[in-house]
């Protein structure tokens, strides 16, 4: 690279991010936004969305601004940039008062270039004001579906961008993982003012993590059972009540689990406590409501429960997301059954929507329910939401263990039929006394025994009805009305069923034996388990020195595949996924130590800045030749040497003749003399191999 010259992306991905290529899709957005095109990017959570703008905002000139949802997010995000060398700062609430002038006194000196900020800010007075005097030249907005307004994670404030971006007159990048159709129209609607971004849609599979619904059935033992299969491996487990959150939490304990509550009951800095500790400590798990979450930078969160069912199937996307974000094998399972979903019509129904919203959101509810009740591949109904089509996956519940299905088409006509014929004023227990025959004191009150229906279900179980009850509410079939305290109406979508012209094939319920499913899979293999081991262990020691989370070190992915690759020098350990130009210099030789058993051979800062390309072996061959040519072929003559700085130079601009190498500095006439045809020799060898 000509001297001057501005570094390009791909180099910049190397140096700095210490990554050797583009992960899928990332490049030709990263291009998108660098050119100064507004971009809007629809990408997987795990699949590099910070990079697609962080990128950029050291190849654009000006300051990059970071609209972000939550602080520990943003606070996380610029500890790991400045880890890797680059200039980045927050202004939030959770902001010192010295951090705060830290940062203003950076961007009053030019030398930031991402400066992230909560939306919550821009309501602030003075912030269209800093915005044009900092020269910003990019707007990038992350979690951007927070700006639908029906959303599951809508925040008022990112209605403000739009108006900063018009004002400002500068392009603007959003990203999010979760957005459908709809919402997509919205963001475009509300960011860009209508005026179509250019967009990528880049999937929404993660096929690292392993799909896993089941129904209730003593739900706290599930979880137990779910949590002890996985000891040592950080996991969240999402609840519906705050209460729920602190007593399964406490259970977990008792079970021999580090495990702590999280909610929006508890006092600020209780939170903060626990999303410290999450950041920091292994194998911690946290019982939360889906308060915790959005923000929640850690790459290797290993498995997400729900105890609940989540209240969309972008809200269950975007929390089950939170797993496996550095690629490696993670695991979730989702419990479900029919008070689920009489909560979530009810609140749907209760909302204060208008009615076409209310509707888009049992729709929303639907595709979840139909996921939990799969009598196919998972994966494929997942992604078929989203309109995304895939092979079968191999990788969930179904396709691990088909479940046994069987013709349900009559014991529904059944028990619609029981419904009906009691005028659709009760729940599902006294309908399945009706069809089971069981004449209760209600039932030979009301006289519903003398019904044509009662005892028609002699054939199943009551536990077998609960299911085939579940699973028609699950395929909307029928919904609790609130009207009628929660008795059971059937819709629209029954009709086809109850009059012959359509079937429905159903599941049947057999609980399974969760602890008995194998953990994840494991991350190294056998052979190389104590490496890893030892690798996080000095990663720990070196975060807790530093007060960071242990992945802004290095995150588990990187320690992954030095256990497994092994480099035994520092060019070799330049080579692993992660380890940019900094952290080679500032942790290369500790990590080394550990892999090697012993000290790190010793380099030349100068020669470790070379660490990983082809100048560093150059310059290595560079230095031996000038050894041996000390004092010239006859070994008689007045010793000579270049300064390491020299052959650096040399190295890296690989002069071809004789006049150009002898005008490199630090050679001159003597030094070409004595060393110029060897090194001139080592230069065009290394050209022609380059």
Known sequence: ????????????????????????????????????????????????????????????????????????????????????????????????EEETEEVFA??????????????????????????????????AVDEAHCVSQWGHDFRPDYLRIGAMRADLNVPLAAFTATADAETRAE?????????????????????????????KDRPRAQILSFAAARPGRSGIVYCGTRAKTETLAQALREDGHSACAYHGGMDAEDRRAVETRFQREDGLIVVATVA??????????????????????????????????????AETLTLFGADDIRLRRAQIDESAAPPERRDANHGRLNALLGLAEATSCRRQKLLAYFGEEAPTCGSCDFCDTPPELFDGTEAVRKALSAALRTGESFGAGYLIDILTGNATEKVTQRSHDNLPTFGVGK?????????????????????????????????????????????????????????????????????????LSALKAKRRALAETQSVPAYVIFPDRTLIEMAEARPDSLDAMAGISGVGAKKLDRYGALFLEVILGAPAPELHPTRRKLAGGPAGSLFDALQETQQRLARGDCGTLKPLSCTHSTLRILAQTRPSTLEALERVQGMGPLKAERFGTAFLELLAGAGSEG
């Open 1 to 96: 690279m000509p001297d001057g010259s501005q570094p390009g992306a791909a180099e910049l991905l190397a140096s700095v991010f210490g990554f050797p290529g583009f992960r899928p899709g990332q490049e030709e957005i990263v291009t998108a936004v660098t050119a100064g095109r507004d971009v809007l990017a629809i990408m997987p959570t795990g699949g590099g969305k910070s990079l697609c703008y962080q990128l950029p905002a050291l190849c654009r000139s000006g300051v990059t601004v970071v609209i972000s949802p939550l602080i520990a997010l943003m606070r996380d995000q610029v500890r790991a940039l400045r880890e890797a060398g680059v200039a980045a700062g927050a202004l939030t609430s959770g902001n010192t």
């Open 106 to 139: 950076a961007l009053d000196a030019g030398a930031l270039k991402l400066l992230y900020m909560a939306p919550e800010r821009l309501a602030a007075s003075g912030t269209q004001t800093l915005m044009r005097r900092i020269g910003v030249g990019l707007i």
């Open 187 to 215: 963001i475009v609607t509300r960011l860009f003012d209508g005026r179509a971004p250019e967009t990528f849609l880049h999937g929404f599979d993660r096929p690292n993590i392993h799909l896993a619904f089941a129904p």
């Open 292 to 329: 915790f979450g959005m923000g929640v930078d850690k790459p290797d969160i290993r498995w997400a429960a729900h105890a609940d069912l989540p209240k969309s199937i972008e809200a269950y996307y975007q929390e089950i997301g939170r797993a496996g974000r550095d690629g490696a094998p």
């Open 459 to 531: 054939d199943l179980s009551r536990n077998s009805w609960q299911g085939v009850f579940r699973q028609m509410m699950g395929h909307d079939l029928m919904r609790p009305d609130a009207s009628r305290h929660g008795a059971l109406v059937m819709t629209d979508r029954a009709l086809p069923v109850l009059k012959g012209t359509q079937s429905v094939t159903l599941r049947r319920d057999a609980v399974r034996r969760l602890a008995s499913r194998p953990a994840a899979k494991a991350l190294v293999s056998e052979e190389n388990a104590p490496l």
